[in-house]
Nanobody, 121 residues
Framework: QVQLVESGGGSVQAGGSLRLSCAAS???????LGWFRQAPGKEREFVAM????????FYADFVKGRATISRDNAKNTVSLQMNSLQPEDTAVYYC???????????????WGQGTQVTVSP
């Protein structure tokens, strides 16, 4: 089991950057870590994920080239660096943990409470 707490959200202007962090307790290194987001009135969608030992990660097409996911198993943290943010990136961003390395929401068993990202024009 793992508990997740996100931080780092906020308000930025279009073109700006944010770094989201997720602190975990429990058997952190046993899990694939992912980031998802949910905009008002929309379904929660996959953003990025990273394997148990790290690596380059896997990204949704809409953030490819603008985001970097990383993890530090010694510190039990996973981060999402997002650049060139646009108003359509406005959403609540969630950190989640899964056993399988798949981008589908149904595979993620553990979730944080979310952090708000707001991008103004």
């Amino acid at each position: 089991q793992v508990q997740l707490v996100e931080s780092g959200g906020g308000s930025v202007q279009a073109g700006g950057s944010l770094r989201l962090s997720c602190a975990a307790s429990g058997r952190f290194s046993n899990y694939v870590l992912g980031w998802f987001r949910q905009a008002p009135g929309k379904e929660r969608e996959f953003v990025a994920m990273i394997g148990r030992s790290g690596g380059s990660g896997f990204y949704a097409d809409f953030v490819k080239g603008r985001a970097t996911i990383s993890r530090d198993n010694a510190k039990n943290t996973v981060s999402l660096q997002m650049n060139s943010l646009q108003p359509e990136d406005t959403a609540v961003y969630y950190c989640a943990a899964a056993i399988d390395y798949l981008p589908n929401i149904r595979y993620y068993d553990y979730w944080g409470q979310g952090t708000q990202v707001t991008v103004s024009p």
